[in-house]
Each structure stands twice: as structure tokens, then as C-alpha cells.
């Protein structure tokens, strides 16, 4: 393909991506957490649909960080912002606790994952599908005792404990306060990819929260009422929610076949190693419980076992 051939192509993607990127809000609708001074009777109350996470809600006059929709400009009210060059939106309530303390499941429900992610130390999700809502507890202890995904949980099971600020996805370095960000959506984990705006484990979005899915979790934690059917989940198009994961997914499996094609053709040594590998690390990466990662993966490994086999050949034929 000829430079300017695929200048002219970069340039068209470039404007289509830009065409289709949603307009991104100055603002969001926010509220500090609602009804939370009687969490602990919440908690007690065996009979209510949820329940707070931790044993009270508390907060130290050293943590101001961060409120449902609220932005990550830094601001007075504001005391652990962090600037960002892009911005951010909050899609969870931030309490404040110390480390160890213990972290109980809202409701009954399935772990559909427990394990390290990102800036959260420990993460934790759990599907509710007698209410159709995820909840996600982030920044817990990576080091101390947790239950493991895929486990089945009863509301008010211990499920784990606040981290340390050197493991709760801060450093010795960047110590972060030590406490739980908690998210609520409408909707099962499955029902979200792992890239893109839409992704399932997201804290920071730049859309409003609640145009997400993510719902305001302490007005959820107090309400008795749940919607007939359950918490009902934003409308949008397939390709509004799935298309960022889609298209990286695409790009990888579409480049995978080109590398093949062409290290098979041109006998090159090394490089039908690389396509299998690129498609069972999209598959992975990617690995979202939608079926077609999975077929990913199948196929990523069928490539790569034709690249091993180019590549022992002609490493007898060359040795
Ligand atoms: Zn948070």
C-alpha cells in the first residue's frame, strides 16, 4: 500500500472515530451519599433487601473523596482528587475505613470476580440477579483473607477486608487513603465489556454515571422498594456498549491472519509465532464471558500451532 494510500485511510478512520465518539458532559448530576447515618441498623436488619457494606458508615475529617457523579477537578470539598488531563466522572461512593476493616456482601448473589485490578488493589463483583444489579467493592486487601470468585454469597457474608494505602492500588510511594469504592448497576457483569466507556469495572467514567447503568449506591442500599422485574439497565444500541471492545478485538484477530498470511508466504523464520500469539492474547485480554473470545482463543492457539511448526522447519532447514 502506497504512503499516501494509507495516510488517506488513517485520516477517514480518524474522522468515522471522531464522528461516532459521544459528546462528553462538563458536568454530571452529583449528591453526596443519602440516609447512611442509621447504616448500621441497615445492616442489622435482616429483613431489608440490602445491606450497607461495612459495619457503620463513618468518615474521617482527613477523607473527602469522592461522592456519587461528582468530577475529578479538584476542588475545596474535594480532598483526595487526582488531576487527570482528561475529565472524569465518579460512578461509585467513596467510605471512608481503616485498613482491615471487614467488607460484607449488599445482597445474595454470585462472585463473578475476585482478584487485582489496576488502581483498585483487590476488586470484588457480585451478581445479584434476583434484583438484575452488580456491586463492586474496590481498593480491598490484597493480603489479607478474601473469598474467592465464583462463590455463591448470602447478604452480609464477610467477603473481605479494606487494604493498606501500599496495596489498595496505592504504592509506598502514591499512598492512597484507605477505603471502599462502591458501585452499583443495573444489570449482571456479563451484560458489560472489559474496554471501552461501557466497561464493567469501571469507577471513573467520562459519561454521567447513571447514563451508564451505575446507580447512586446509597440510595440504593436504603430503599425497600425494588422495581418489579428489577433495577432496569440503560437502552442503548449493541454497537453503542459493545463497539470499542469490538473493534480492538477485530483489529487484533484481522491483523493476526495478515502476519500469518505473510510469514507464511514470505518463509520468514519468527513471524508465524506472532499472529497465534496476538489472537490468544486478544482472546485473553479481551476475555469477557462473551462466547467469541473464547472462539478467540481456539483459533489464537490453532495459528500459533502452525507458526511453531514454520518455525521448527525452518530451523531444520536452516540448522
Ligand atoms: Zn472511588
Sequence with gaps: MSSRRLLASLGALALLLAACSPQYPESCPSSKPIGLANAHEIADDDNLPFRFPLGEFANDSTFLCCW???????????????????????????????????????????????????????????????????????????????????????????????????????????PVQTHLHFGIRAGQTADYPLKGEWRFMAGWVRLCPQDLGWLQPSLVITSQEIPAGGYPQPRVAFWTRWGFELL????????????????VRKKHRFLPLFPGICAVAAGIVLHNRMKFTYALIVVGIFILAIGIYCFIRRSVQRG
Design 68 to 174: 456519587f457523579g461528582v468530577s475529578n477537578e479538584c476542588t475545596p470539598e474535594i480532598k483526595d482528587c487526582y488531576e487527570y488531563p482528561v475529565l472524569l466522572f465518579h460512578a461509585a461512593e467513596d467510605y471512608w475505613g481503616p485498613a482491615g476493616t471487614p467488607v460484607y456482601a449488599m445482597a445474595d448473589g454470585h462472585m463473578s470476580f475476585s482478584g487485582t485490578a489496576g488502581g483498585y488493589g483487590w476488586l470484588i463483583l457480585i451478581d445479584h440477579p434476583q434484583t438484575n444489579l452488580y456491586s463492586l467493592y474496590g481498593h480491598l486487601s490484597p493480603s489479607r483473607w478474601r473469598l474467592e470468585s465464583g462463590t455463591e454469597v448470602k447478604r452480609g457474608d464477610l467477603i473481605a477486608y479494606l487494604g493498606d494505602s501500599d496495596e489498595n492500588g496505592g504504592s509506598k510511594e502514591h
Design 248 to 263: 480492538i478485538t477485530s483489529i487484533l484477530a484481522v491483523g493476526a491472519v495478515g502476519l500469518l498470511i505473510n510469514g
